[in-house]
């Protein structure tokens, strides 16, 4: 059992940058794949990005591709999205969640575990 708590999220404005940190319970965490997930009120949840187990592979939506940076700290047990260049369109609920799994990291369904969710505001 994994649980995912999130923090860092606010109210920008536009081109600015916010710092997402998810902090996982659980002494397995090094062993998870994890991911950023948002959610836009009246919208489905989208993939933001993921990352391996040791942080050795990335992957992005194409959407925040050079903008998002997600890491990760196994000795913290966190996970952390950078976020820079802030658009108003990244406005939503950002979960954070865990697998293990190696494969599918850009589909909802492959996770096990999520957080609560973090507002992100960006105002334009």
């Known amino acids: 059992q994994v649980q995912l708590v999130e923090s860092g999220g606010g109210l920008v404005q536009a081109g600015g940058s916010l710092r997402l940190s998810c902090a996982a319970s659980g002494r397995t965490f090094s062993s998870y794949s994890m991911g950023w997930f948002r959610q836009a009120p009246g919208k489905e949840r989208k993939f933001v990005a993921a990352?391996?187990?040791?942080?050795?592979?990335?992957y992005y939506a194409d959407s925040v591709k050079g903008r998002f940076t997600i890491s990760r700290d196994n000795a913290k047990t966190t996970v952390y999205l950078q976020m820079n260049s802030l658009k108003p369109e990244d406005t939503a609920v950002y979960y954070c969640?865990?697998?293990?799994?190696?494969?599918?990291?850009?589909?909802?369904?492959?996770?096990?575990?999520w957080g609560q969710g973090t507002q992100v505001t960006v105002s334009s």
């Open positions: 990352i391996n187990w040791s942080g050795g592979r990335t």
């Open positions: 969640a865990g697998t293990r799994s190696a494969y599918g990291l850009g589909t909802s369904s492959t996770f096990d575990y």
